[in-house]
């Protein structure tokens, strides 16, 4: 893939995440700062979205841990457990609610 394709591919996700966390109402502040999303949550505690240009994937941190993405097949599947990107950020999201 070329790197535009995974920027593109990436501001997909910033997108949809910002879009999910507006339609859902909780209150979480989201902070777009180029490769970097910041999800702050009332508590003060972060989850973080950031692209990761040189390995072409997306990488979360929480508290729990941190996550890496690689887009395969249509999805970003993770290299240590191939669970699903969004459904990964849904469980850290829950955490927090």
Known sequence: MTENEFNELADAV???????????????????DGPVLELEFDDGSQIIVNRHGPNQEIWLA??????????????WVSK??????????????KIKF
Do not use: T, W
């Open 62 to 75: 929480a508290k729990s841990g941190g996550f890496h993405y690689a887009y395969q097949d249509g999805q």
């Open 80 to 93: 240590r457990d191939g669970g699903e990107l969004f459904g990964k950020l849904g469980e850290l999201v």
């Open 14 to 32: 910033f997108n949809r995440i910002e879009q999910a966390i507006d339609a859902s109402g909780a209150d979480i502040e989201c902070n777009l």
